[in-house]
């Protein structure tokens, strides 16, 4: 396919702008290489869901036209959270499942999350499927389509597993988003009451943008904290895989602290057990893990090289700063935020004061996530500019495992190339407020002296 855009081919999954980069023709093309690839690798069916977005129903027939093109079968689960066409591949037994979602983008985008004989395609296994389609590589056939209710399973499957220690009332927010389709009947199944926020699924996102990890967007489950009896505040993003979680006088509490809470609940039944966190989370986290029994092992960002890498060490559990929570541990290693969201209020429903146990999570001075924007491909040039010449005072230890974290005695700061937009991604957190400047100061003689003239935020 000569018109293929190079651009979409992103490191953990498939993203563009629908009618441009974007467009059923395209989707045909890479569902008929999914369909090749899965039958290339002995799987029969692949199960196919859709987030709320309005180009949803036009994308997931294309996608299902191409898989039945390449004689595999498709199996159409329709619209819902993108973790549930990921336990649809484990429920119907396929072990494969795509997700036509634009996460939390803005309207307009749309794309494609992938699991082939249970590994997430990321990296170079997105970059042979796009090599695929422009080698026109396919098996072909008549593959048969056929649909599957998948909703009462997953519900079924968490209530049976999952108790609450005592009914609660929380706010819930799923800023229009596929996530709206599920969640209130999951927690209402679970005990809970619902001051229900943006739960009608709308892809148009009339009220806020469905992105928890960006504070703005929980202003309203803050404000209805304030206007109601409820004792926690949930919000999903736009596909559900999410969580964001605000405590009762509207305090975030941020995912990598979310991941002690549960670390600390997990490591009780898995002692031992290692704990995988992205390069972007709290120096917190590792001795916290430790002193509740446990191995911190720090990992490249992205769910995709997360999910890669629960696998390999066969770990219970492994989050990320995006939100993104992964539970091996009574559940199937998949990023969930309504399974997350399910077992946080199982750990706070054991308190008489939901907000004490999280108010008691250890916290530090720090930044939310800061981007530097560059052009395409620069922060890449950046990033390996920064690891081969960047020279940082006081440094106890420079990681470079995914772009550059320089841990200091009193805090670190991280600069990292994002993997799905041309930015560097920055943070920084230390022990004081003095320190976390001098930490910045370090950064931004750093940044100049490589790259002069460079735009920061901070």
């Known amino acids: 396919m000569s018109n293929l855009p190079a651009e979409i081919f992103k490191a953990y999954d498939i993203r563009g702008i629908v009618d441009q980069s974007l467009t059923p023709g395209v989707v045909r093309q890479i569902g008929q290489a999914l369909g090749s690839l899965a039958r290339e690798q002995g799987q029969t069916a692949i199960a196919v869901g859709r987030d709320g977005r309005l180009s949803g129903p036009a994308l997931a027939n294309a996608l299902i036209d191409g898989i039945c093109a390449a004689g595999c079968d498709a199996i159409d689960i329709g619209c819902v959270p993108t973790p549930l066409t990921y336990f649809a591949a484990y429920e119907l037994g396929c072990d494969s499942c795509v997700s036509v979602t634009g996460s939390h983008n ?10 082939i004989g249970g590994t997430t395609l990321a990296l170079e296994a997105i970059q042979a499927l796009k090599k695929r389609i422009e080698n026109a590589a396919f098996t072909h056939g008549q593959g048969q389509r056929r649909s599957a209710e998948i909703k009462a399973a997953y519900i079924d499957k968490i209530a049976a597993d999952l108790r609450l220690a005592r009914p609660m009332k929380i706010v819930m927010d799923c800023g229009n988003g596929v996530a709206g389709a599920v969640a209130p009947e999951l927690f209402k199944r679970l005990g809970c009451e619902i001051v229900p926020l943006y739960c009608e699924v709308d892809g148009n996102f009339p009220n806020h943008h469905p992105d928890p990890s960006k504070p703005e967007n929980l202003a309203d489950v803050i404000q209805a904290l304030k206007d109601t009896d409820a004792e926690i505040g949930i919000a999903f993003d736009g596909d559900g895989d999410r969580l964001g979680v605000v405590t009762k006088d509207g305090e975030i509490i941020y995912p990598d602290r979310q991941l002690m809470l549960f670390a600390a609940d997990v490591l009780t039944r898995v002692p031992g057990g290692t704990i995988i966190y992205d ?27 997360v ?39 199982e750990i706070l429903s054991r308190s008489a004061d939901a907000n004490a146990p999280l108010k008691a999570l250890p916290n530090a001075p720090a930044t939310p996530e ?25 440094a106890q230890d420079i990681i470079t495992i995914d772009g550059v974290r320089v841990e200091y005695v009193d805090g670190f700061g991280l600069a990292r190339p994002s993997n799905t937009t041309p930015v560097v991604v920055l943070r920084f957190e230390a022990d004081t407020a003095a320190a976390l400047e001098r930490i910045q100061s370090d950064f931004r003689q750093a940044l100049h002296a490589v790259w002069p003239g460079l735009d920061l935020p901070f």
Request: charged letters at 25%; glycine letters at 12%; aromatic letters at 10%.
């Open 106 to 115: 803005p309207p307009d985008y749309n794309g494609l999350k992938m699991v």
């Open 279 to 305: 390069v972007k989370c709290t120096r917190l986290l590792a001795p916290w893990i430790r002193q509740h029994g446990g191995e911190p092992l720090m990992w490249n960002t992205g769910h995709a090289l």
């Open 370 to 394: 800061l981007n530097i924007k560059m052009a395409e491909g620069e922060p890449f040039v950046l990033i390996d500019r920064l690891q081969k010449e960047g020279r940082f005072t006081a």
């Open 307 to 345: 999910k890669a890498k629960l696998k390999a060490t066969g770990a219970p559990l492994a989050g990320e700063m995006s939100g993104h929570t992964f539970f091996k541990e009574r559940w199937y290693g998949f990023d969930d935020g309504l399974y997350t969201g399910a077992r946080l209020l």
